[in-house]
């Protein structure tokens, strides 16, 4: 049964009723106050600095890779080529995510998934091959280590590769993610460390970066990973705060480095950038009201070095279509648009083929193509913060911000971000989201063009998809004998050992140890057994 | 919550008083990867179970895994997510085929056009995204000859 869609019935997808026009009045007298400022500063949400993408553009980064460490290596060449500004590895999450070598049951069942999603990095060697002539002194280089319990290892082979190759660490700049919104909520893997384990690991590194790696992002919560598991933008921004505080409380509590630095490190944030353009780029404008705020009235942070977020952004990947996958240029356009229209720092614009596979090479160059014709060709990129003085977007601005706080105060009342991930409480509510998406299409409520109308295609090109290649599980396997062979094996066994010593201590950094352990040769696989071992296994709030 | 909203203005295709009519029939749910996309999976499960299935949902699993749970829990119907690569899903469906002839197989996930194929010349139906619920539930209705109680 259809349903008229009703003029006078739109709403955001936030669940804010839209007017058909706005007027001055409209946007809240508090905000009211606000829409003269300049960018840059307080309250921050007219863009991080007043030339904008004149002086800075935003970072062209893209998810990348698969197959064998050389093919990862190749594929980020291919792009930096391209005109990617920076790069991202990816890891294999069958390996990765689990923290298991390819010799594991769980990963000799599913060999053929192997490298599919990412490279297959085990030891410092691989990580090593992956790294072969990037950019890493001087380009934003992503380690990967998404999943909370992967990224230590992720971190310490990179750090421990780019020493190697003589970089000084206190000057390369770059992230691993380490997501709680990943790793708890959106991409629930077999085995994973709890979130009270997983929340020393994440505050041990932000504890390491502050001390160490001044220019690294230590973690980067991403609000994208919630957003595309369900949660609509006021509860991916109040989740992402209530997610930051718990990082923060806690290194406030171990008080070994300047909050400051804490909170440098965990402005560095990302979102998903929706098709709704608007109101994603409100999001962003929002976002950076939020993190001023929260530091300056929890921390007493004001600094506006710290206070100003920044933002990197991924197009919604749910939203592409695998019928008639061309239109997902022009979708990966828009995305992209209500992104750099809320005054990003960085953006990754997701494949065409993105509902088919990972990306292939073409749509790989499509998604930077993109982001070219955006810097270079429409002028969006010269004055800041365009949409500032809108009084609908104002007005959006302010109301998602004040549905957000509401969001973020809720999940207080559940006992904080990681008591919500334990009892299920957030996967309740993305999924009812979901569901609700989900019906609006079945109902017609909502199209989706080239899946629930405009069915018709003519187009003579066909996407095949991108299935990687073929060697990867043996060759990981070959080199994970290899290395267990030729490595000095009491070193490993020694830092082993400490690492499990340090993991069984309460309060000694796990990350010395984890660079020893990694610059020994210690696989991946044993750093997840001795996880696996301290800290246990995370129970599952949700059936799935 | 949302969908009760929905049945009671009735607008839910498939909803709980027709499927209360209808017998019970059994779905086991597998994820052939161990990459946790379960967007897909969970959704369907839900509407599967909305439109009066038991679902049986095993999370990540492997073919002998899959074999074993379509066995031990007695399924009319499996279906399976997969995420690229389709052998998992080929081990579990030539298991299948051996021990259990007459358990029919569908499959959804990211899976690209000539996997798509492959499958289908297996007698499995592929349900790629953006394919609609209510077409789920009827191929369900259909493979596991679903009858008025």
């Known amino acids: 049964m259809k349903k008229e869609r009703k003029y006078d019935d739109m709403t955001s997808a936030a669940g804010i009723k839209l007017k058909p026009f706005y007027t001055q009045t409209d946007i809240p007298q508090k905000h009211r106050n606000f829409v003269d400022s300049a960018p840059g500063q307080a309250p921050y949400h007219r863009g991080s600095h007043e030339t904008g993408y004149r002086t800075k553009p935003w970072r062209i980064f893209q998810l990348s890779g698969y197959g064998k460490p050389e093919d990862e290596n190749e594929r980020i060449k291919f792009l930096l080529k391209n005109g990617e500004t920076g790069f991202i590895m990816e890891h294999d999450r069958n390996t990765a995510d689990h923290c298991y070598n390819v010799d594991h049951p769980e990963v000799l069942a599913r060999r053929e998934d192997v490298g599919l999603t990412g490279a297959v990095m085990q030891s410092v060697r691989d990580t090593a091959i992956c790294l072969d002539g990037l950019p890493i002194g001087t380009s934003f280089g992503h380690a990967g280590g998404a999943v909370v319990q992967h990224a230590p290892f992720a971190l310490a082979a990179y750090w421990t590769v780019a020493n190697r190759l003589g970089y000084d660490l206190r000057k390369i700049a770059g992230t691993g993610q380490s997501d709680f919104n990943l790793t708890y909520l959106g991409c629930i893997t077999k085995q994973q460390i709890p979130t009270k384990a997983g929340l020393r690991l994440n505050a041990d590194i932000i504890e390491f970066c502050g001390k160490e790696m001044p220019r690294w992002v230590p973690v980067s919560i991403a609000g994208y990973n919630g957003a595309d598991s369900g949660l609509t933008p006021d509860q991916e921004l109040g989740s992402l705060f209530a997610n930051a505080v718990e990082y923060l409380d806690e290194i406030k509590k171990r008080n070994s480095i300047p909050l400051e630095l804490a909170a440098k490190g965990c402005g560095g944030v990302s979102f998903r950038a929706s098709i709704r353009i608007f109101e994603e780029a409100a999001k962003m404008r929002a976002a950076r009201l939020m993190w001023g705020e929260l530091l300056s009235k929890r921390y007493d942070i004001t600094e506006p070095k710290i206070a100003n977020l920044r933002i990197h952004c991924v197009t919604a990947g749910s939203k592409m279509t695998y019928q008639q996958p061309l239109n997902n240029i022009v979708r990966g356009t828009l995305m992209a648009l209500s992104a750099v229209l809320g005054g990003v720092q960085s953006l990754g614009v997701s494949g065409y083929d993105e509902a088919l596979s990972i990306p292939s090479e073409h749509a790989h160059q499509m998604s930077v193509r993109i982001q070219q014709i955006l810097q270079e060709e429409t002028q969006l990129t010269a004055v800041t913060d365009p949409l500032g003085g809108s009084f609908y977007v104002e007005t959006l601005t302010a109301e998602l911000v004040e549905k957000s706080w509401e969001f973020y105060e809720e999940i207080q009342e559940q006992g904080g971000y990681l008591a919500c991930l334990d009892s299920g409480w957030l996967h309740t509510k993305a999924a009812e989201n979901q569901h609700r998406e989900f019906m609006a299409l079945e109902q017609g409520d909502q199209k989706l063009v080239g899946v629930t109308s405009a069915m018709e295609d003519i187009s003579p090109f066909e996407v095949e998809g991108f299935m990687g290649t073929d060697d990867a599980f043996d060759v990981a396997l070959n080199r994970l004998n290899t290395v267990k062979k030729e490595r000095h094996e009491s070193s490993a066994t020694r830092c082993l050992k400490e690492l499990e010593k340090v993991c069984l201590s309460e309060n000694v950094n796990i990350m010395p140890a984890m660079m020893d352990a990694v610059a020994a040769e210690v696989t991946l696989g044993e750093i997840g057994d001795v996880f696996r071992e301290a800290f246990g296994d995370w129970d599952v709030p949700i059936q799935l | ?149």
């Open chain 2, 1 to 149: 919550m949302f969908l009760e909203k929905l049945l009671a203005i009735g607008m839910f295709p498939y909803n709980s008083e027709a499927s209360n009519t209808m017998e019970q029939k059994r779905i086991l749910m597998a994820k052939t990867g161990l990459d946790g996309h379960w967007r897909g999976p969970t959704i369907v499960a839900r509407a599967l179970r909305d439109a009066g299935y038991e679902v049986i949902m095993i999370g990540m699993a492997t073919g002998e895994e899959i074999l074993r749970a379509c066995v031990d829990e007695d399924v009319d119907l499996v279906g399976l997510n997969i995420g690229g690569h389709i052998n998992v899903a080929l081990r579990a469906i030539e298991a299948i085929k051996k021990e259990r002839q007459s358990v029919p197989i569908f499959a959804g996930g990211t899976i690209t056009p000539a996997s798509a194929r492959e499958l289908n010349a297996l007698g499995v139906e592929v349900y790629p995204p953006g394919s609609s619920l209510t077409d789920i539930v009827e191929a369900a209705d259909r493979l596991t000859q679903r009858k008025q109680a």
